[in-house]
Nanobody, 121 residues
Framework: QVQLVESGGGLAQAGGSLRLSCAASGLTFRRTTMGWFRQAPGKERELVAAIVWTGISQNYTDSVKGRFTIYRDNAKNTVYLQMNSLKPEDTAVYSC??????????????WGQGTQVTVSS
């Protein structure tokens, strides 16, 4: 059974930082593309960042480029999202997801339960 468990969300002030973690089990992590999604109230879910299993290739949605970094530790079956220079518009539920196809854009097959990130101004 595949499980993705996020942690690290919470409350931050604008300009601050948070690091999200996603621990995976039940899949061959080192062969799986991982992504971080977010969904704010009243908005569609969007792919924030994704990383291939080697870590060599990543992509980011434009609004987080230069502020967020996705990286992974295959020995720990964990993917991270370092979020710096946070803005109130980053407030959302953040979820990690795994793609069996390996493509950065998905489709994504497995999902975590999500963690709330709230950025105050």
């Amino acid at each position: 059974q595949v499980q993705l468990v996020e942690s690290g969300g919470g409350l931050a002030q604008a300009g601050g930082s948070l690091r999200l973690s996603c621990a995976a089990s039940g899949l061959t992590f080192r062969r799986t593309t991982m992504g971080w999604f977010r969904q704010a109230p009243g908005k569609e879910r969007e792919l924030v960042a994704a990383i291939v299993w080697t870590g060599i290739s990543q992509n980011y949605t434009d609004s987080v480029k230069g502020r967020f970094t996705i990286y992974r530790d295959n020995a720990k079956n964990t993917v991270y999202l370092q979020m710096n220079s946070l803005k109130p518009e980053d407030t959302a539920v953040y979820s990690c997801a795994a793609s069996k196809t390996g493509a950065l854009g998905g489709p994504y097959d497995y999902w975590g339960q999500g963690t709330q990130v709230t950025v105050s101004s």
